[in-house]
């Protein structure tokens, strides 16, 4: 289903649901989802109303990052099913008039990719070595890292192999980074994006999209960090970040990308400052760039409405359309984020992250309220013009799992050592999804038993209880579920969604940021309407608000007595 009069720019405002495989329906009763899981599950997500679905990375992997240390870009972890099955999922979801966006990961490979085993067994300086970023130590035995970096996950980012050299890796050590000035490294990844076209995917999310050109020839390496940073520079300036020569890469993809009718989409994610987003977005580059700042904010209206104007901005000049997150696999739960008390900080998401370190104990988790903004937002978003992108369980309201025990963490963000951890890493929002309240298999993730009849395992990552009260066939019968607002809101937004993608701010209560007691910053409206008098309104002041003249659409929540929008809710409104 498209929103936009050309068929071919489908993804121009579509919503796009994000599936992490290994936690969305286990169809085998291994315990992991599965590809066929998905397929299993297409008849759930045309009923949600979204667009297109992507896949989190399902290939060949051995999980050191979640499937993000890639072992084979051109097939299907047997884990999770054959090339067969993504076969049926690409037929099952285009008969449902689904989209597949498939999940490309450039920056780096895993360390057991056949051609990374070739530069290990190889000697330095020889064309194998030449496909990853190898070099000399410091030190007189050189048995010093070449930088001081140090990875995303920490520790360091270069690894020592037993000749000496050192090779570069900006994640774990399980993920080296590829040398993107090698032509044939270029051209692998030109086969790899045709091949899941010839498949039937329609485009690609592109992970680290900011990384793959590197300028090491340089001796100031050490005064730079290889994460993304808000003050990081915003003129290509960055050794490994962000730099100029990256989108010679995505200009050589596009003309790929132009080979197909219609064209074949992507989406970067690339944490690079907001006046360099547009490079990504452009429509000689990859066409459409994430923007995170919903992802990033708590429930404070200020920062809401600054990220709005800055998303469409940012797109109006590189003649994409915006794009709005509020969750995916990295972070924590967004209804989880609201329930929090809201404390701006310089690192987002910290006070988040330490309620998931500390297993939920440090702050009070007010669910009622979490819910509440969960539903309120979710309106505020998807009336705004762009492409939406849901991640899976939030159309259930699931909040952040918290106390996963230390010896079940998976994520490399988490450091094992529980004494010493600063993260408990991003499993709280990976935990596979309930499908049904019955306990006993896995609130529905697993089937009953496998194919010879033994017990299905357990969900690869632990279930708390409370899962059974968000499951998809309870919320399914509940006219005030979170699922069904989704419902309702997906549809409505097809029926008046409008080609125009400019916005135009209502009159707003602007007295917001105001400390209010221990639980946050409340204050003021996000008041705005697209160009066919579709108006959405979200109030986050405990003063109840007076609605414009017109038709009230959809609410988040009840309305008062006297017809006011109250606190946290939102509403559309056909204008008059
Ligand atoms: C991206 C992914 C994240 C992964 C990282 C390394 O940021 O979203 O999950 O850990 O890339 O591939």
Known sequence: ?????????????????????????????????????????????????????????????????????????????????????????????????????????????????????????????????????????????????????????????????????????MFTKEQPDWNWNNREVRDDFLTTLRFWLDHGADGFRVDVAHGLAKDLDRDDLDNYVVWCTSDQPDDGSHPVIDRDEVHEIYHEWRR????????????????????????????????????????????IRDAFHEAIEEGIASAERSGSSATWVMSNHDVVRHATRYGLPQVPT??????????????????????ELGTKRARAAILMEMALPGSVYVYQGEELGLFEVADIPWDRVEDPSGHRTS?????????????????TTDPSDSFGFTPASKADGTPSQEAHLPQPAWFKDFAADIEDSDPESMLNLYRRALALRHELQTDDLSLTWLPEDRSSGKPDGANGFTGGTIAYKRANGWASITNFGADPV???????????????????????????????
């Open 1 to 169: 289903m498209t929103n936009v009069t050309d068929p071919a720019l489908w993804w121009k405002q579509a919503a796009v649901y994000q599936v992490y495989p290994r936690s969305f329906k286990d169809t085998t009763g291994s315990g992991l989802g599965d590809l066929a899981g998905v397929t299993e599950k297409i008849g759930y997500l045309s009923q949600l109303g979204i667009d297109a679905i992507w896949l989190s990375p399902f290939y060949p992997s051995q999980l050191a990052d979640g499937g993000y240390d890639v072992d084979d870009y051109r097939n299907v972890d047997p884990k999770l099913g054959t090339m067969d099955d993504f076969d049926a999922l690409a037929k099952a979801a285009h008969a449902h008039g689904i989209k597949v966006v498939v999940d490309i990961v450039p920056n780096h490979s895993s360390n057991l990719h056949p051609w990374f085993q070739e530069a290990l067994a190889a000697a330095p300086g020889s064309p194998e070595r030449d496909r990853y970023i190898f070099r000399d130590g410091k030190g007189p035995n050189g048995d010093q890292p070449p930088t001081n970096w140090e990875n995303h996950f920490g520790g360091p980012a270069w690894t020592r192999v037993p000749d000496g050299q050192w090779y570069l890796h």
């Open 256 to 299: 790929v990308f132009n080979e197909y009718n219609p064209p074949a989409f992507a989406v970067a994610e690339a944490w690079v400052q907001p006046n360099r987003q547009y490079l990504y977005a452009s429509p000689d580059d990859l066409g459409q760039i994430f923007n995170f700042e919903f992802a990033k904010k708590d429930w």
């Open 346 to 367: 310089s690192e987002y998401h910290q006070l988040a992250k330490d309620w998931v370190l500390r297993d939920g104990t440090t702050y009070p988790l007010d669910r």
């Open 419 to 435: 004494q010493a951890a600063s993260t408990k890493g991003r499993d709280g929002c990976r935990v596979p999804l309930p499908w």
């Open 546 to 576: 007076d609605l414009p003249a017109g038709e009230v659409l959809l609410t988040s929540g009840p309305l008062t007595d006297d017809g006011k929008l109250p606190q946290d809710t939102s509403v559309w409104i056909q204008l008059a």
